[in-house]
């Protein structure tokens, strides 16, 4: 049985695992704690972790029916995320791992978000092509086998994720935008504001948000504080449509240009409805499979990490009990 345990940005989670079966996946999230700040606050992300990272083990070894005497290794996010929020994640894992002599499996977090597509049931086999969009990231990835994922594409500027958290702050929707933007475009014209659809000429399969955001900051200067109140759901089902319509046409892009017989989902933007549709429609014209794994499973979540930590290296103890996290980039040696 796999202990895996996620704390990258603002939700404390822990998951057991027996191979590609859930017996437990447990999220707590701090959205209500960060919400005044209209994002999250990486210092107060880092010291709720630490409040909640023993009662978040608890509860997931509790709904499995297991103790700690169950564990035969701990797997963790190691980066990339907040930094402060990581290292409370990894700190806690090598503790438990440690005290067992337990072997700790660092994992990184993006290909966690992919190989939430390879849990049970109906995990799916590589290769397919992977869209993950997430508050941090933005790429199509081309995954042929469990182990990694290679970039084809990437954000040039901001996120997805982050763009629609900054355009729910300038729309006065809250944190964390995505699910305030969705269930605000709901009664929106998605047609009322024309907004740059970028990269659209772009041969390659890199995207671009920034743009967009900067263009619903104009639409709501001009509208002045009223007019955004009163135009809310024309600005946010206008914002969403572009967003997905890029990031539609990335796919389709690399559909056309490898050859692809399955596409995948991943990250909180993946949760969004829109967007699930839209990709959904596509790949049933293309007759390509499409896999869309269940909302909880797309946001951030340890069992997608302990999903990918049964492809991932094992460190056998005490060999861990220096290795650090990390923010960016790639994972250093232990
Ligand atoms: O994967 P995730 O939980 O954390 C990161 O790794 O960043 O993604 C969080 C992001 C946030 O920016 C959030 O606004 C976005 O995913 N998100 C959504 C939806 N649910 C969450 N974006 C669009 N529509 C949604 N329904
Ligand atoms: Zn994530």
């Known amino acids: 049985m796999l202990l895996a345990i996620e704390t990258s940005c603002d939700d404390t989670c822990a998951a057991l695992l027996d191979g590609g079966r859930i017996l437990s996946n447990v999220i707590s999230s701090q959205a209500a704690a960060h919400a005044g700040f209209g994002g999250v606050v990486p210092e107060v992300a880092a010291r709720h972790h630490l409040e909640l990272a023993t009662p978040v083990v608890e509860a997931a070894l509790a709904e499995a029916g297991a103790t700690l005497d169950d564990l ?3 797997a963790v996010t190691a980066g990339p995320g907040l930094i402060g929020a990581l290292l409370v994640g990894v700190s806690t894992a090598k503790a438990i791992a440690a005290s067992r ?3 700790l499996i660092p994992v990184d977090h993006l290909q966690g978000h992919v190989a939430a597509n390879f849990l049970e049931p109906e995990p799916l086999e590589p290769p397919f092509l992977c869209l993950v969009a997430s508050g941090g990231h ?4 081309a995954v042929r086998d469990h182990e990694r994922h290679e970039i084809l594409g990437q954000t040039l500027d901001d996120a997805a994720g982050e763009a629609f958290d900054k355009v729910a702050r300038l729309l006065g929707l809250g944190y964390p935008g995505g699910p305030v933007v ?3 475009a709901q009664s929106g014209d998605p047609e009322a504001f024309e907004m740059p659809v970028a990269m659209q000429r772009d041969p390659g ?3 671009s948000f920034s743009g967009l955001k900067t263009a619903v900051l104009y639409r709501c200067r001009e509208l002045g504080e009223d007019g955004v109140r009163e135009r809310r759901a024309d600005l946010a089902a206008s914002f969403q449509k572009a967003v997905v319509d890029q990031l539609v046409a990335k796919v389709r892009r690399a559909l056309k240009k490898g050859h692809w017989e399955a596409v995948a989902l991943g990250g909180g933007v993946a ?9 959904a429609e596509l790949c049933e014209r293309q007759g390509v499979a499409l896999k869309l ?3 909880a499973l797309c946001t951030d979540n340890a069992a997608m990490i302990g999903s990918a930590a049964r492809w991932a290296h ?3 103890y005490p060999d861990y009990l220096g290795y650090d996290a990390f923010a960016t980039g790639e994972r250093m040696a232990a």
Do not use: C, S
């Open 72 to 74: 035969e290794a701990v």
């Open 101 to 103: 002599r337990l072997p």
């Open 138 to 141: 933005t790429q199509l990835a």
């Open 182 to 184: 969705q269930k605000e």
């Open 205 to 207: 399969l890199d995207f």
């Open 271 to 279: 949760a969004n409805g829109p967007l699930r549709a839209a990709v």
């Open 293 to 295: 794994v269940p909302i």
């Open 314 to 316: 094992p460190v056998a």
